[in-house]
């Protein structure tokens, strides 16, 4: 149970982390394409929301690089919480803004081309799908630590 596969500190954590960094960054890329997106406070959320999700996924990205890579940390059962924790609020926070962000887009696209052109639209959707896969990614790394918790 010590070697818990996505628990923080094993190269599988290390995967989801690369994988929540990615996707995180190419939702806000996709978005940030064009400056249209200031206009849809839902398109501002997810932006503020990317911004947030990033800087935690690169310093836990560091954390299991050192980790697997140099030396082992030991795991103290306070800071697994901090990161259980911080996982879950993000996580949280992902949903709503992939979720607020691709219903915004599915009523532009409904509402026709003069709110939102073919190609603008097809970039807010794909950047809606990036957070989804980047909330799954956060989840699971959630729940994978949360599972350890009690054995520490």
Avoid: H
């Avoid at 709503?96 to 599915?106: G, N, P, Q």
């Amino acid at each position: 149970m010590d070697e818990l596969p996505g628990a923080l500190g094993t190269s599988a954590s290390l995967a989801l982390r690369m994988g929540q960094t990615v996707f995180s960054s190419a939702s806000l890329l996709l978005m940030c394409v064009d400056v249209d997106f200031y206009s849809y406070t839902s398109f501002c959320y997810l932006v503020t929301v990317m911004g947030l999700v990033i800087p935690w996924s690169l310093t836990l990205l560091a954390v299991d690089a050192f980790s697997v890579f140099i030396r082992r940390l030991p795991r103290q059962p306070r800071i697994v919480l901090v990161v259980i924790v911080g996982d879950l609020v993000l996580s949280f926070l992902l949903l709503a803004a992939a979720s607020s962000s691709a219903s915004v887009t599915d009523i532009l696209r409904d509402a026709g081309r003069s709110y939102c052109p073919p190609k603008l639209c097809g970039r807010y959707q794909l950047s809606a799908a990036m957070a989804f896969l980047s909330w799954s990614l956060t989840v699971s790394a959630s729940l994978f630590n949360l599972w350890i918790l009690p054995s520490l």
